[in-house]
């Protein structure tokens, strides 16, 4: 057990939906990272928030957007969903933002768009 | 455009045996480099990482060899054990000394049985 957990475990929608992937971090760990993981593909770094604010952004889609509140937990919205969205996404989370604090990732979110 | 690559997607080996998982980079700008191990169900947990100014680091049955001039790297498992057996994950970062390290950019897996 990493102590990230990710709810739901696994959520099934329609195309054009809007859904929301919930992660809480570690206790202390102040960065959050969100990682997709399409078929047969690694991880794709999506973003990286730090203390609340946005600090890295990857391949992230413009129909996604992500938060982190004061609590330190983070949101992940997708909308507009399409049949390619399907995928694992990860949350992680480490202490701080630099090398040596390194990544726990949750269980992950099974997202299948039908 | 790949930059990390795992290009075995599998690997059997015997336990006892040696287990040896390649991985190739394009991005000379990586300075730091990590292997994650992945159980079905279950996240990627880390695994051993090495700095662009090392060419070797180990832990215990695990050692992470980096080429920097052949933009290689490997992980050694000595010796393999059944429990061994997941998805074997390569991965990069260029920002080792800012405050987005965890940009990571990861290869595509190689899965990894041990058999007894």
């Known amino acids: 057990d990493s102590g990230v957990t990710q709810t739901p475990k696994h959520l099934i929608t329609a195309t054009g939906q809007r859904v929301t992937l919930r992660c809480s971090p570690r206790?202390?760990?102040?960065?959050v990272y969100w990682y997709q993981q399409s078929l047969d593909q690694g991880l794709q770094f999506l973003i990286q928030y730090y203390n609340g604010e946005e600090r890295a952004k990857g391949n992230i889609l413009e129909r996604f957007s992500a938060q982190q509140f004061p609590d330190l937990h983070s949101e992940l919205n997708l909308s507009s969903l399409e049949l390619g969205d399907s995928a694992l996404y990860f949350c992680?989370?480490?202490?701080?933002?630099?090398?040596?604090?390194?990544?726990?990732f949750g269980p992950g979110t099974r997202l299948t768009v039908t | 455009d790949q930059q990390v690559k795992q290009n075995s997607p599998s690997l059997s080996v015997q336990e006892g045996r040696i287990s040896i998982l390649n991985c190739d980079y394009t991005n000379s700008m990586f300075d730091y480099f990590l292997w994650y191990k992945k159980y079905p169900a279950e996240g990627p947990t880390f695994l051993i990482s090495i700095s662009s100014i090392k060419d070797k680091n180990e832990d215990g049955r695990f050692t992470v060899f980096l080429n920097k001039s052949a933009k290689h790297l490997s992980l050694h498992i000595v010796p393999s054990q059944p429990g061994d057996s997941a998805v074997y994950f390569c991965a990069a970062s260029d920002n080792a000394g800012g405050t987005s390290y965890g940009k990571l950019t990861f290869g595509q897996g190689t899965i990894l049985t041990v058999h007894p």
């Open positions: 206790s202390g760990d102040l960065s």
């Open positions: 992680a989370s480490s202490v701080g933002g630099t090398v040596g604090h390194h990544l726990y």
